[in-house]
DNA sequence: CCGAATCCTTTTCGATACTG
DNA sequence: CAGTATCGAAAAGGATTCGG
C-alpha cells in the first residue's frame, strides 16, 4: 500500500513501534507495566480473540456464543468471558426470566479494541497462505 | 447498526470482521484452517510480539535480543525464534566468527505484520489505564 | 440455562547443566 | 556465543458432575 516501490518493499513504515521499544528500556522495561504484556498476553490468549469476535455484531446469550465457537468448553467460556467483563471489555447482563437467560455485549472500550483485532485479524488471513508455505519448506529441510 | 446516535459512541466501524466471523460459521468453522487460531495463537504468545518489536529497526544478534528483553530464558528466546523462523517471519544468519555470531533479521513477511501489530499495541498502551480501573472495580465488588 | 466445583491431562515455561 | 538436553514446576485446558 501507499507509494509502492520497486524491489525494496516497505521498511519505512512503523518507526513508531521500535522507538516506543526503545523508551520502554530506558526504564528499565517492567514487566508487570508493559502493556504488550499486561494486554496482548490476555487478548492473545486461546478463546478471547474469537468471542470478542462473536460479540461484533451483536450482544449473545451464553449459550450462543458456545454454539458459535463450537470446541470451546464451558468451563473456558466462562474463564474468559468473565475475564473480560472484568476488564471492562464487555458487559453481562441477567434477564430474570426461567430458566434465566444471561447476555454478554460489547463495552465501548471492548467496541474499541475491534478495528486493530482486525487489522491484525485480516493480516492473518491474507498471509496464511506464506505462512504455511514457509513452514512447509521449513519442515522438508530440517532433520528427523 | 450504524445510525450513528448521540451519547452511542462508534458501533459504525468494523463490520467486516462480524461478517467474516459469519463466513467462517458457513463453512463449519474449522479449527485447523482457521487463521485467528493458527496465526493470531501463534503472534500471541508471552514471547513472540516482544521480539518481533525488538527485531522492528534492525536486525540484532541472540544475545542482543535477550538483553532487550531481560527475563526471557535462553530456551525461550531459542524456540521462539525457530517458530519465527519456520513461519517465515524471521530469517537468521550465521557469521563464521569465533565464537560464531548469529543474527536475526525481519523477513518482509515479518516486517508486514509490524503494521497491525502496532495498532494493538498503542491500543492496549492507550487503553491500559482504563483496563486497569475496570479490574479494580470488578476486583471490588466480587467476594472474597 | 448458566455456571460453579472437582479432577485430571496436556502444554508451557524456567532452571540447570552441557557442547561446538 | 549460541545454542541443546533434561528435568520438574506451574499453568492452561478439557471432561464431568452438581446446583440454582
New interface residues.
Partial sequence: MTRALAGN???V??P???D???EW?KFG?D?ARC???????H????WT??IL??L???GRRFSAVQR????ISKKMLTQTLRDL?????ITRHVFPTKPPSVEYRLS??G???????????????S??G??E???R???ASSPA
Avoid: T
Wanted: net charge negative; glycine share 2%.
Fill in positions: 518493499l516497505l521498511q513504515p512503523v513508531e513501534l521500535a516506543r521499544f526503545d528500556q522495561f514487566a502493556p504488550v504484556r499486561n494486554v496482548l498476553d487478548i492473545g490468549d486461546k480473540a474469537l469476535i462473536s461484533a455484531k451483536e458459535l465457537i463450537p470446541d467483563e472484568r476488564d471492562g471489555l465501548p472500550l467496541r474499541s479494541v475491534l478495528d486493530p483485532l482486525a487489522q491484525l485479524v485480516f493480516w492473518a488471513e498471509r496464511h506464506e505462512i508455505d514457509a513452514r519448506r521449513f519442515d
